[in-house]
Structure formats: structure tokens, C-alpha cells
């Protein structure tokens, strides 16, 4: 008799919370209902609230005794945080390095019987062809010095011929080098020469690209370039002999910028992006549009998809979230064509992220939740192509990031929140990175790493408009967000032959606000639009704005 006692107070219960009197004292009061309460002959319903009553009463109360608690709670209802828009890591790609140097020979130039007026260069022309060498000498001055010192020259190598003539012409008049002469009684004194004849450089310029599989310019050495009269002669009044010792070098020269190995140049995701502080039942899509976002070193529009869901365990206490974000446009392949650096934009996917979370402590005001975030490195490698297709640089996405967060909900009534997340961003592993650095294909170079980060984001709101009793539209919900990224830690830098890859950066400290506002309609759909954009300049400044849209579908709520 008492068992169907207790079923039948149970069965009244349930009537009366979804009566439209009952919602509309738990939207107001937030109580449960002390018939409920009494059915479980529990005395002290009243000191609980509609969120405490499942941890109180257990599941079974939860379930049977309605929906009071999850229904009509508006903790469940707070829109997910917006977010704002963090590209990754800033990771550049350099090269200032001379990879080889040949020296042009022009000997035996016989200075004239009568000099040239004082005020004028000497020019000398003479047939040719002349030699270009391979040498361990590096510039005039460094043969002067063995010359002094009577060290014979060491052997050089003949690397090609320059089917032109022998000619030098100085950059200072015939008075300014007899001064010069004169000024020291020590032999074999440096002329200086101008630049010789651009075939000269066309020349040794084809002989550099067959000696190194790296492209790069030819530069002539002015500064170890120079002619020196034969025998040690110490005075210019004609007829005397010059070699002139032309050096010019093979420069590999350039500094770009890399999208983010780590998110394949979609960008990296936090919990703060479409994030929920409570453990929810729902599925949603984000829809960024990012402007002028850094991405491989230009500025670009980027178009970002975000689908996932969040499902949850253990009545509620805990729940799994998955995102798959992709993008449109991503920039993560470049050609390097001499010092010019063009990006290419492809469809890309990123890199699947999920999230645990579990509520640690909650009352019918505030709400803590922890979690750990996975990210998978699902995204595609980073790579630097040559014009012509030969690989120079891939940098392999193969680094697990490992976010822990806490986050936390304020709820002081039905109308006002406030909402935040504290997650920490570092990088389990490293990605492997393999340069061309000798012409003969991609080899191992090491393990890049990220740089570890740290992201506060915090938001509050205010229910403009609510009306739980509509089939419609039941919500107007403005909001405002600050977030803010810092690093931890700066990532390594890789070396190669010439080449360098990694974080030459340093920190990164970066501030956004973003404005939006949600409408909610039949408790359950949720569509947000807001814009972010990102405080300060310089070269931390990774965009200058992002519209976002978000669909939000709360599920058995």
C-alpha cells in the first residue's frame, strides 16, 4: 500500500512541474517540489535547489521526478562562449648563408708604358679567356697577407672558363694609388677594382648551379676583390704587371614565415571556442570567417568550419567532445623562387580535438569543471617547394598537444552570467622536420617544437529577452568576451647546411575582445553570431577580425 502510495505522489509530482504554474516557479524560485521530495520521504527538499536535487536525490529522483532541474535551469541554457581566433605558433624558415665561392683570375695585365692622366682609373684590357677557381683562398687581403709573409699561395682548383677578356679597372684615380703606394713601405698593396663586366657574373653564375643543388643568387665581393701589382712593387709609373683576384659568392638568402606545423594552417582550437562549462548533451557548428589572418607569412582571409558534439556519462557528472575543424583556404605549402616567397591555398582539414569533462563542485549559483583536451595531429604536413617542384622543406605534423583546463559558471538568477575557461596548451611531442639541404633530397634534420601556451577567457551576458512559455523564439542573449593568449615557453630552432626553422619570435602575448549575441529558440536551438578582434599591433598581432556564427542544439534537454 505505501509502495503505490509513493508511485502515485511520484505521478503528481511529475503533473504538476510541467504544469505551466510549476515551470513558471522554477524559472522563478528554482525549488524543487516538495511533493517530489516527500514521495522519496526526504524532510529537507527545501534546502536544496532544482541543480542540486540529481547529486542529492540521485538519478532516479532526477528522471522520475521530472525535468525541474535540467528544464528550466538556466545554467544548462547559457550560451557556449564564442571564442576568438589563435593561428598556432609562429614558426619561420631562413637562410643568410655564402654555401660556396669561386675566385676569377686575371693575371698578367700589363699596366701601360704611359699612364693615363692622374685625375683618371686605370683600365686594362687584355684577350682572354680566363679562369674561374675553386680555392681555400677567401679575398685579396688574405693573399696579401701570405704574400708578405712569403707562404707560397695554396693550389687551386680550376672550376671553369669565362670565354671573355682579361680587364680590370680601379676605383681610385692613378694619383690616389701612388698615394697610396707611398703611404707604406710595405709590398703588395690592395687596389681596389669595380665590379667587372656582367658576363663576368652570368658565367660564374652557371657554374655555381651546377656545383650546389641549392638555388641561390650570385653576388660579387667588392670587399674581397682587389689587385695586386706582381712581385711586390711598391710604385706605379708604367709598366709594371696586376693580377686582379675577382671573388664572388653563392648566397642562399631568404626569411619566410610558416603556417602553424602543428594545426596544418587551419589554426589551433582551445575550449574557449564554442566551449560549454557545464557537461551537455548537444551538437553544434561553427562557421569563422578570419581577416587578415597571419597564416605563412602574408595576411589572408581564412574560412573555418567547426562540426562536432559533446555527449555526457554518469548522469550528467561528465562528457566526451569532439570537433573536426577544416577550412577552405589554409596556406601550408610555399615555392620559394630565388628570394620570393609565393603561398598556395588548399582545402585542408585539421586536427581532430577532444575534450573530457567532469563537474567538480556545484550549487544553484556557481558550477567548477575540469577537463584535458587531446589534440591529434590529423592536419597535413607543412611544406617548402622549390619553383620547379624539388622539395626543400616539410615539416611533419606529428605533435599531440595536451590541454587541461578548469572551467567555471556564475549564474546569480536567471538573467545575468558569467562564464570562463583557464587552459594550459603544451605540446607532448615534437614534429619531425627534414630539409634539402645539400641538393640531394630531403634528409632528417630534428624534432621542432612548439611553444607551450596558456588562454584565459572569461564572458559575461545578460538574458535581454526571455520567454520559456514561446514555441519560438524564447531568447535574446547579448554577451562580451576578453581573451587572452600567452606563451610559456619559446619553441627551438632547427639547423641545416644554411637553413634554419623554428621560433624566432620569441613570446607571443595576444588580447582579444569579442561582442555577440545569441537567440535561443524552444529551449533548445541556439544560433550566435558575434566579431572578434584582436587588440594591439606588431608582430604578435596574428589577425584583425573574425565573424562567427554558431548552431548550438541542445539535446534531452
Keep these: ?12 509530482a511529475l503533473l504538476s512541474v510541467t504544469s505551466p504554474l510549476a515551470a513558471e516557479n522554477y524559472s522563478g524560485n528554482r525549488s524543487c517540489d516538495a511533493l517530489a521530495c516527500d514521495a522519496y520521504n526526504t524532510d529537507d527538499c527545501a534546502d536544496y535547489s532544482c541543480d542540486e536535487a540529481p547529486f542529492v536525490f540521485g538519478r532516479l529522483f532526477a528522471s522520475e521526478a521530472g525535468e525541474c532541474w535540467n528544464d528550466s535551469d538556466s545554467a544548462f541554457r547559457t550560451p557556449a562562449m564564442i571564442g576568438d581566433f589563435f593561428s598556432g605558433s609562429t614558426v619561420g624558415f631562413r637562410a643568410n648563408a655564402v654555401v660556396d665561392r669561386l675566385m676569377v683570375l686575371s693575371d698578367d695585365l700589363d699596366v701601360p708604358g704611359v699612364l693615363p692622366p692622374v685625375g683618371s682609373p686605370l683600365t686594362i684590357t687584355e684577350s682572354g679567356p680566363i679562369g674561374a677557381y675553386s680555392s681555400s683562398l677567401t679575398s685579396a687581403e688574405q693573399i696579401q697577407a701570405l704574400l708578405r709573409s712569403g707562404t707560397p699561395l695554396p ?10 677578356d682579361a680587364t680590370l ?17 710595405l709590398p703588395y698593396d690592395v687596389i681596389a677594382l669595380q665590379p667587372p663586366p656582367g658576363a663576368y657574373s652570368a658565367a660564374i653564375d ?23 701589382i706582381q712581385a711586390g712593387a711598391d710604385t706605379l709609373a708604367g709598366g709594371e704587371d696586376l693580377d686582379a683576384y675577382y671573388f664572388y659568392d653563392y648566397v642562399v638568402r631568404f626569411n619566410m614565415a610558416l603556417a602553424d606545423a602543428s594545426s596544418g594552417g587551419v589554426g589551433r582550437l582551445k575550449i574557449a571556442e564554442g566551449g560549454s562549462v557545464l557537461p551537455t548533451d548537444r551538437i553544434f557548428f561553427r562557421y569563422s570567417t578570419i581577416h587578415n589572418a597571419l597564416m605563412g607569412g602574408r595576411r589572408t582571409s581564412l574560412n573555418r568550419f567547426v562540426p562536432g558534439f559533446e555527449r555526457t556519462f554518469f548522469d550528467g557528472m561528465t562528457s566526451f567532445e569532439l ?24 582545402s585542408r582539414f585539421g586536427n581532430l580535438t577532444m575534450y573530457a569533462k567532469v563537474l567538480l563542485h556545484r550549487t544553484d549559483r556557481i558550477a567548477f569543471t575540469g577537463g584535458l583536451g587531446i589534440v591529434l595531429p590529423t592536419a597535413g604536413d607543412t ?12 615539416v611533419e605534423n606529428e605533435s599531440v598537444h595536451l590541454q587541461p583546463f578548469l572551467g567555471m559558471l556564475y549564474t546569480p538568477d536567471d538573467r545575468f552570467f558569467a562564464q570562463s575557461f583557464l587552459q594550459y596548451d603544451a605540446t607532448a611531442s615534437g614534429n619531425s622536420v627534414a630539409i634539402n639541404s645539400s641538393g640531394t633530397g630531403l634528409q632528417d634534420a630534428g624534432k621542432l617544437s612548439d611553444a607551450d601556451n596558456i588562454f584565459f577567457d572569461a564572458s559575461v551576458g545578460y538574458w535581454l529577452y526571455r520567454n520559456d512559455r514561446s514555441s519560438g523564439l524564447t531568447g535574446i542573449v547579448p554577451t562580451l568576451e576578453v581573451h587572452q593568449t600567452n606563451s610559456t615557453t619559446d619553441g627551438n630552432v632547427i639547423s641545416s647546411g644554411p637553413f634554419q626553422v623554428g621560433d624566432f619570435g620569441g613570446s607571443t602575448s595576444i588580447t582579444s575582445m569579442v561582442a555577440g549575441t545569441t537567440l535561443e529558440f524552444g529551449k533548445r536551438t541556439q544560433l550566435t553570431a558575434g566579431y572578434a578582434t584582436q587588440l594591439g599591433g606588431g608582430s604578435d598581432r596574428q589577425y584583425d577580425g573574425a565573424f562567427q556564427f554558431f548552431f548550438n542544439h541542445l539535446l534531452g534537454q
Design 1 to 12: 500500500m505505501a509502495s503505490k502510495l509513493n508511485r502515485f505522489l511520484v505521478v503528481a
Design 155 to 164: 693550389a687551386a682548383t680550376l672550376a671553369g672558363v669565362i670565354n671573355e
Design 169 to 185: 679597372t680601379t676605383s681610385q684615380t692613378i694619383s690616389q694609388i701612388q698615394a697610396q703606394l707611398a703611404s707604406t713601405a
Design 206 to 228: 652557371g657554374l655555381f648551379q651546377s656545383r650546389n643543388g641549392v638555388p641561390g643568387s650570385t653576388e660579387y665581393n667588392a670587399n674581397a676583390s682587389g689587385a695586386l
Design 323 to 346: 570537433r573536426a575543424p577544416f577550412a577552405t583556404d589554409a596556406l601550408a605549402t610555399s615555392t620559394l623562387d630565388g628570394d620570393t616567397v609565393t603561398n598556395g591555398k588548399d
Design 383 to 394: 611544406r617548402v617547394n622549390y619553383a620547379d617542384g624539388t622539395s626543400l622543406l616539410r
